[in-house]
């Protein structure tokens, strides 16, 4: 199993750079940034010790985010690697300042493994929820380098739990020290292959977006589209969303109802099929004066970085992406204790299923839905009680990275 797993990486790898080849932009990203780091890890300082931090991409990325930041602030001389697997992740943080050197992970190939644990050197290492490397998981517990797996959901349908595979990806376990799961079923999968090395302490994110609620922080371009209004922000939209949301806002009960709209994508394309769906009524928020966008219905956020903030703008949301792969951060906007809609995609997302059972927040396949949710929200005294239960529920979620952070610190100073 382990040569054919092997071959398959060495086989991929070679259609990344056969698809580079014909000028696809993504796989030219993943092929150049696998040449770069050598490089980049030969210029570590050795004097300093490495805490080495990987997530695939940028959802993940927030999630060690919070990890990366405390470790900092309470370690400033080590050296912080960040690596992506994904060039949609690198491409979006690779000026992030929380990290001293950020690239992209190498092939998880023996022989590439080998010369990045002996040039980087880490003292541990942390990976992000869904990452599981063979090579990468054996060679840190060959050098018996700590490697934590955080945030990670375990469910019965993956590999480690099935009795033809079982064998091989538990060997990937069986090199991690210590898990940091998310939920009750994740520990108990783990606890029946008899991995008692488990924590259950939720989701980082939690953290994360609990500190940005908290800043201070305020856009005058927002503040005069949103001023005196009820506001739907819709973020990380794709098409599918799009054509639901316009259906539902064209209803006379709606009509009160303005639309801060954050497209996944964010290009010029993206922003005049937006336009001409939402008509003379919206505008771009790059290119509006205040009077415009007070008098707008609709504004297109056609920016990067703003969306986790912007949510605090709103009276409810919806979350994109569960008509595709699957729904993004819902806990950008809960955090802020609004009610939200997203997509019948969400079923391996711990934290939406939480919040779908707790009532803050509502799946919707159709307009008729979407519209029936945005009616009951209308009311002032729902909205408030939903607000203040999203505050209850939040105090359950946090704590995560002090969790981690403790177990990190004890394992370097061990």
């Known amino acids: 199993m382990e040569s054919l797993y092997t071959l398959g990486i060495a086989l991929y790898g070679q259609l990344v750079r056969l698809a580079a080849w014909w000028g696809n932009p993504r796989a030219k990203a993943w092929a150049a940034g696998r040449k770069a780091w050598p490089a980049a890890v030969a210029a570590i300082p050795a004097d300093r010790r490495v805490v080495w931090f990987h997530t695939a991409s940028a959802g993940e990325f927030e999630q060690g985010r919070p990890l990366i930041e405390h470790h900092k602030r309470y370690y400033p001389k080590d050296f912080i690697v960040l690596t992506f697997f994904s060039p949609s992740g690198y491409e979006l943080r690779k000026n992030y300042a929380g990290a001293d050197l950020i690239c992209y992970l190498p092939e998880d190939r023996p022989e590439a493994v080998s010369t990045w644990l002996e040039s980087c050197k880490p003292s541990i290492a942390v990976f992000i929820k869904y990452e599981f490397w063979y090579h990468h998981f054996r060679g840190l517990k060959s050098r018996n380098i700590p490697l934590l797996l955080v945030s990670a959901p375990f469910r019965p ?25 998310q939920d009750a079923q994740s520990a108990a999968l783990l606890g029946g292959l008899g991995y008692q090395n488990t924590t259950i302490c939720g989701d980082t994110r939690a953290d994360r977006v609990l500190e940005l609620a908290a800043e201070t922080w305020m856009d005058p371009m927002l503040e005069a589209f949103t001023r005196n209004s009820l506001v739907l922000v819709a973020g990380s ?3 599918a969303d799009e054509i ?47 009077k415009e966008a007070a008098n707008a219905k609709v504004m297109i956020l056609n920016t990067m970085g703003l969306l986790s903030k912007a949510y605090r703008y709103g009276h409810f949301a919806y979350v994109g992406g569960g008509f595709g792969k699957g729904i993004h951060n819902t806990l950008e906007a809960a955090v802020y204790g609004i009610p939200i809609c997203f997509g019948p995609k969400n079923q391996k997302f711990l934290e939406a299923q939480s919040l779908l059972s707790e009532g803050l927040a509502q799946q919707v396949e159709q307009p008729e839905q979407l519209l029936s949710a945005l009616e009951a929200w209308l009311d002032p005294n729902t909205r408030q009680q939903l607000k203040n239960k999203a505050a209850r529920w939040f105090a359950t979620q946090s704590g995560a990275t002090s969790s981690v952070a403790q177990e990190m610190s004890r394992l370097l100073a061990g």
């Not at 590999?159 to 538990?170: I, N």
């Not at 209803?251 to 964010?266: C, G, M, Q, R």
Request: glycine share 2%; with cysteine; net charge positive.
């Open 157 to 181: 349908s993956q590999p480690f739990f099935q009795p033809l595979t079982r064998k091989f990806w538990g060997k990937m376990l069986d090199c991690v020290t210590h898990f940091f799961v």
């Open 237 to 239: 939209t794709w098409l």
């Open 244 to 290: 639901l949301i316009d259906k539902a806002l064209k209803s006379p009960s709606l009509s009160e109802v303005k639309l801060l709209i954050a497209p996944h994508e964010v290009n010029a394309k993206r922003s005049t099929e937006l336009l001409d769906r939402f008509g003379k009524s919206s505008v771009l928020y790059s290119a509006a004066k205040a």
